[in-house]
């Protein structure tokens, strides 16, 4: 009935009726209670009807249950005044007015080269202060962009390596991650994080010798102490394969 952003929307309700003659049933409105936001409504007779309006936006992320309930009195003109009254309710529609926010804005992690494909590197996790399920927490999809070693589940925010890692080729990666609400087309709000994750080493490379393997002849009868061949490992020490 009414969207939670939108200020002087009217409500028009039929008129209470009174069987006296004038001025006895000259019938004025009040609104004698509000659940929510009582300082918001007006209330005024246009051609017969009372009209409710409302002066402010609304929030629906603080009515419980997107409804307020309103009690409107008609009161005539009669001395002693007589009166009667109804109860209204609005129900209230969520607009996409809070985007998602992730717990961090930069997220810090750091994971040995070892690790197997498929393991957990980490939670990511926004939250959207929207309280439908159409615009808030319970639609939020994540998405990360950055590195095809990892994959991030949309829906848990869970992120996962797709492959082994190996320090000596990458030993960080800087990923950004984006959650997406429920909203359509420009009314659509993103949170954005980074995350830093940097690759720990693991003693997985064995001293290797360069150009191996060594030959040499050695000429019989060669006197004791004659070098044969001098050899040393490669250095920097490179990956064995
Ligand atoms: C409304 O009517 C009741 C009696 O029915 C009376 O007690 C009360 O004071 C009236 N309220 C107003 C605001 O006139
Ligand atoms: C993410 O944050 C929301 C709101 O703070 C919380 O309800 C939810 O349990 C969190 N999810 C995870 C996986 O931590
Ligand atoms: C990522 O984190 C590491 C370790 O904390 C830090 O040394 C590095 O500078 C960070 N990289 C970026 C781009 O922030
Ligand atoms: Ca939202
Ligand atoms: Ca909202
Ligand atoms: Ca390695």
Redesign the pocket.
Known sequence: MFLEALVFLSLFFPKATDEDSPPNNHLTY?I?SASAFPEYFDILMQEGYAVISVNSPLDYERVPSGRIHLTV?A?DGGS??????VAVTLELFDENDNPPTFSRPSYIVKISENIIAGATVLFVNATDLDASREFGQASLIYSLEGSSQFRLNSRSGEITTTAMLDRELKAEYILIVRAVDGGVGPQQKTGIATVNITILDVNDNAPSWRDEPYHANVVEMSPMDTDVLSVRPACPLTRLS
């Open positions: 009040t004698t009195m009161r002693p005044a007589r009166n009667s009254s």
